[in-house]
Structures are given as structure tokens and as C-alpha cells.
């Protein structure tokens, strides 16, 4: 985040600002910054804990005298989108089941097309029909 000192007007490019931050856990860091041709300074910060976290900033200006401010930044534990393992193994055993029954239902669906029943079809041939046979030895041995 780039920001400027919302009630400083006398600060200049070149000027360096130093800032503190300090997590919820009382942990905290300092570095600074320079002020660019734009007016601002570079204000990037990693929040990794949850909580309230203070960041103060100070510079000198040219006067010699001390500016500083500072501001509170609540932060919230992100939640992890991502599934855990036990969600994804339910997700892979109701597809799994779905698939299963798909493949059952597309099977018992054949069986029952399969059964159709014509004229002259699934039964024996009639006396006065031709049979058909293997091969020329099993016509002979009738």
C-alpha cells in the first residue's frame, strides 16, 4: 500500500520515514522508507496473525522537528477454502456410488433388451425348419 501523511504538507521527496509495526503478539519491527516524487512512500506490510496490529510512522521534517502518526489495522483469520481430506473422501465415495449406479442401471438395461422375444425367436426351430450346424461332421451325424 503507498500512502501519504494525511496532515503533513511539509514533507518533501527525499525524506525518510520510518515506521514500526507491532503484531497482536507484541512482536515488532522497524524499517523506513523514502518519500518519491509523488509524495509517497512505500508502506507494505505483511499481517500474518490474527488480531490488532499498530503501525506508527515518524520523520523528521526540515524544520528538525519530529511528525508521527500512526493507525490500528484489525486483522481476521482468513479461512482456508481449500477441502480437507476427509471432505474430499466424501466427495470421491458419493461420486463413486453415483458411478456404480449409473454403470448397474445401464447394465440391467441391456439384460432387458436382450429378452425381447419375436416371432420364432428364443425358441426351438419347428420340424419342417432348417437347423443350422457347426460344421459338416455334425450335419452327417444326424
Known amino acids: 500500500m503507498n500512502t501519504t501523511s494525511p496532515s503533513v504538507s511539509d514533507v518533501t521527496v527525499g525524506t525518510v520515514v520510518s ?3 507491532t503484531s497482536p503478539s507484541g512482536e515488532s519491527y522497524t524499517r523506513e522508507s523514502v518519500v518519491d516524487e509523488n ?3 512505500d ?5 500474518d496473525e ?4 499498530t503501525v ?3 520523520y523528521t521534517d526540515e524544520n528538525g522537528q519530529v511528525v508521527d502518526w ?19 473422501g466424501v466427495i470421491f465415495a458419493v461420486a463413486l456410488i453415483a458411478l456404480i449406479g449409473m454403470i448397474l442401471s445401464f447394465v440391467a438395461r441391456q439384460d432387458k433388451e436382450a429378452k425381447h422375444e419375436g416371432p420364432g425367436q428364443g425358441l426351438p426351430p419347428g420340424m419342417d425348419q432348417p437347423v443350422a450346424h457347426d460344421s459338416v461332421d455334425q450335419m ?3
Open 19 to 21: 515506521i514500526r509495526v
Open 39 to 41: 509524495l509517497h512512500f
Open 43 to 47: 508502506n507494505s506490510i505483511t499481517f
Open 50 to 53: 490474527p488480531g490488532r496490529w
Open 56 to 58: 506508527e510512522y515518524s
Open 70 to 88: 500512526g493507525e490500528a489495522v484489525d486483522v481476521q483469520e482468513e479461512e482456508d477454502e481449500t477441502p480437507s481430506a476427509y471432505e474430499a
Open 140 to 142: 452327417l451325424e444326424l
